[in-house]
């Protein structure tokens, strides 16, 4: 399996005030590395508003900005804890708004090269014990251990 | 094995449909059927269909329009909160 967690992607407590923002400031961490291109965060951003990606999950609410590969350079998955829940709307029903409190944030070039890769992040999503697990993390480097563990 | 070809549509065609498609195919295999799935985005739907036939579209955007194929919302598999239905709701368009 391609490796998609990395330190330099993983952030605890980030402060933002809205899904926008959200998106400059995660997308900024994975451009800041070489896993997009400097396309990517627009490409995002208006994603989101067209498709938006929040997912409301059994015990908390989560989001997982992303876009097209053509904006990618390699694979990565940002993991960031949100200091503050920011509204997104859920994914299929625009109307419907949810605080998200963890991003899950994808760089993917190719589905089915990643495909694993994807699943293991579906089944964190589908397991509320493990997303306790990521919400509880204390700190980027606790994080970041999690993030290892579950989808690596 | 019994066979079908389900549509997986979400905004980009690529990450969240790749998620249900996987998950289709792994929980309908259980249920005997072996799954083709092919990943699109709303605006790739119509071409995907004049290309194969399909026997559902499972939509985790809303695809608006009727093209004469059922549809299955699964969003539920995504979050997890409704996998069970969203299987239900496949089997009940596939063993008609």
């Known amino acids: ?152 | 094995m019994k066979k079908c070809r389900i549509l997986c549509v979400c905004g980009s065609g690529t990450v969240s449909s790749a998620m249900v498609a996987g998950k289709l195919k792994e929980q309908l295999a259980q249920k005997g059927w072996g799954v083709t799935a092919v990943e699109t985005s709303p605006n790739g739907v119509e071409s995907a269909l004049a290309g194969e036939r399909f026997d559902l579209i499972a939509c985790v955007s809303p695809v608006y329009q009727d093209y004469g194929i059922p549809k299955v919302n699964a969003v539920g598999m995504l979050t997890g909160l409704s996998e069970a239905q969203v299987i239900e709701d496949c089997l009940k368009i596939l063993e008609v």
């Not at chain 1, 999950?57 to 998955?77: C, F, Q, R, S, Y």
């Not at chain 1, 503050?84 to 859920?90: A, D, G, L, N, Q």
């Not at chain 1, 089944?123 to 993390?137: G, H, L, R, T, Y």
């Open chain 1, 1 to 152: 399996m391609v490796r998609t967690v990395f330190r330099e992607l993983v952030a605890a407590r980030l402060q933002a005030d809205s899904a926008e923002e959200v998106i400059q400031k995660v997308g900024k961490m994975l451009l800041d590395h070489g896993f997009v291109k400097d396309t990517y965060i627009d490409a995002a951003a208006a994603r989101e508003k067209e498709f938006p990606t929040g997912l409301k999950l059994m015990d908390i609410a989560v989001a997982m900005p992303h876009t097209d590969p053509e904006h990618v350079n390699k694979p990565g998955v940002c993991v960031v804890q949100l200091e503050k829940p920011v509204i997104f709307s859920h994914m299929g029903s625009p109307d419907v708004k949810v605080e998200a409190e963890m991003i899950f944030m994808m760089a993917i070039m190719d589905p089915d090269a990643q495909v694993e890769t994807l699943q293991k992040v579906l089944s964190v999503f589908q397991n509320p014990e493990i997303v306790k697990e990521f919400k509880n993390a204390a700190g980027a480097d606790e994080l970041f251990e999690v993030a290892m563990k579950h989808i690596g």
